[in-house]
């Protein structure tokens, strides 16, 4: 394509949304932000995902959160203190305001506790609060939760734990509420019109930092390449999921720039243990030698991302350094699959979705048939995707492609979810490991903690449950005059950012 013919369609690209295709930025008032897809909630405890996540954070405040250094800072809860092994005491704000006008209290803290904690609520972040037994409001700015024995990750999940005005949720209900949610952040809900955008309006009496920009509009762009010239066309202001090629393009562009960052996410392929061939230790470590990960990351990945022995990355509590994980070796993929004959041959799906990067996806297909394995490539929209990735191992794929991210920057947070036997993220039944997880989240000693993970890291590099592959970087793309800082865990905190002069 010509320059001319470029920069001709991403005129109708900016246009065709109904946009000028001039700067975005000339009124300075509406920020506009394209994601990948729309948000399947906004609810912040019905569904877990980037694209809901960047959306529900900027609407809701959590109990605790984190700086852009990664240090678990206030939010509603004031200060906190460890009452005894399993009980915790916070101090809550009394200047916090929903939207609707009315006092966030303790009975809100407690609501929004039980309420994801609740088996029948089914929230797919149970596994990450089901050490909570119970919250009691102890007078309007003060909460204590109890915990199922001592429970050290508590601090670092509660740092997605979103309060939600119970007043508001048990007067309209659970669907009634994703629809129209109403929080206590520094953005109040406005619009979501389904498949195109969901558009926020700012909280001008905020209690806290307040946001930079009266609207924000994020819009649902499958397509890298159509958000990339959305954003040289100054119809966008930040946009996300950029791949390393894109990230480059924008390194002489004169209105946009790439924002790279490396994150807490590890890219890993999960195997489903209970089903033949993966049923199989030698075919799941053949899997492990079948895969290139230094290949992926400096031929498809420019570079940015680092290959990781072990299911966590070094930006989480719980990684060990000197874990020995099986290297690339086609050679003995090859010989593995040999030996096991023609139950190496069966048809294994591999599942993805539009949000990964697909040719990451297509060169492990590629190496895995290099292998001898025959893998075909299962497409389908997110929501499909979460659903049978957290149907347990009856019903999940044979293999899977995921990037994983608690936003918790805790092992317990990664490892749990995806090794435990209670977890339906989990495709994986090995005692040992489900003792050792239990036992490190069970302890306040981080040593033992510590201990606990070696174990587990060795079990997943002998075993073969997953095969961690990479820590990845995320790439934004956005305006050139925008600040923000990227994080490990990948907030996007509207109200952090700003335009530079």
């Not at 609207?215 to 762009?221: D, Q, Y």
């Not at 209105?255 to 996410?265: D, F, M, W």
């Not at 990351?297 to 966590?312: C, F, S, T, Y």
Request: glycine share 4%.
């Amino acid at each position: 394509m010509s320059r001319v013919s470029k920069a001709a369609a991403a005129f109708l690209v900016a246009t065709a949304l109904g946009l000028a295709a001039g700067p975005a930025l000339a009124a300075k008032d509406r920020f506009v932000v394209d994601l990948v897809n729309e948000p399947s909630s906004l609810d912040p405890q019905v569904q877990w995902n980037p694209d809901s996540y960047y959306v529900y954070r900027n609407i809701f405040d959590n109990l605790v959160t984190r700086d852009d250094k990664g240090e678990i800072i206030p939010q509603v809860a004031t200060a906190w203190k460890q009452l005894s092994d399993t009980e915790i005491e916070f101090d809550l704000r009394s200047d916090i305001a929903f939207h609707d006008g009315s006092k966030l209290t303790a009975d809100d803290v407690v609501f929004s506790v039980k309420r994801i904690t609740d088996p029948k609520f089914a929230s797919p972040q149970l596994g990450q609060f089901d050490k909570i037994t119970d919250a009691v409001a102890l007078s309007p700015t003060k909460v204590k939760l109890v915990t199922a024995g001592p429970y050290p990750a508590l601090l670092a999940q509660l740092v997605k734990l979103s309060i939600v005005p119970k007043a508001v949720v048990e007067a309209v209900g659970k669907d009634a509420f994703n629809l129209k949610p109403v929080g206590s952040g520094p953005y109040k809900f406005e619009s979501w019109q389904r498949g195109v955008n969901v558009q926020l309006a700012r909280n001008d009496t905020y209690w806290g930092t307040k946001a930079p920009f009266p609207t924000v509009t994020f819009r649902a762009v499958p397509d890298a390449a159509t958000r990339l010239a959305n954003l040289q066309a100054g119809a966008s202001d930040l946009v996300v999921t950029l791949d390393a090629d894109q990230a480059a393009q924008l390194k002489s562009s004169a209105k946009a720039q790439a924002l790279i960052g490396l994150t807490e996410r590890v890219a890993y392929v999960r195997l489903n243990t209970t089903k033949p061939p993966f049923d199989n230790p030698k075919l799941r470590l053949a899997a492990a030698y079948a895969l290139d990960k230094q290949a992926m990351i400096d031929g498809l990945l420019g570079g940015h991302d680092k290959p990781v022995p072990e299911l966590l990355t070094p930006a989480i509590f719980g990684w060990v350094d000197g874990i020995k994980a099986p290297e690339h070796d086609l050679a003995k993929a090859k010989a593995l699959i040999a030996e096991a004959g023609p139950a190496a041959k069966a048809e294994i799906d591999l599942a993805t979705a539009p949000v990964f990067d697909q040719r990451i996806v297509q060169a492990i297909q590629q190496m895995l048939v290099d292998a001898g394995f025959n893998v075909k490539i299962a497409m389908s929209d997110m929501a499909t995707y979460l659903k049978r990735a957290q149907a347990g191992p009856e019903a999940t794929s044979m293999l899977s492609f995921g990037r994983w991210s608690c936003a918790c920057q805790d092992a317990d947070g990664v490892l749990f979810p995806l090794l435990h036997k209670s977890s339906g993220w989990s495709a994986y039944r090995n005692p040992k490991m489900d003792a050792l997880l239990e036992e490190a989240r069970a302890t306040l000693d981080t040593s033992k903690r510590l201990a606990a993970y070696k174990q587990v890291h060795e079990i997943v590099a002998t075993d073969v449950p997953v095969v961690p592959l990479y820590q990845a970087v995320v790439i934004y793309g956005a305006a050139k005059n925008l600040a923000f800082q990227p994080t490990p865990n990948e907030s996007m905190f509207i109200n952090r950012m700003s335009w530079k002069d």
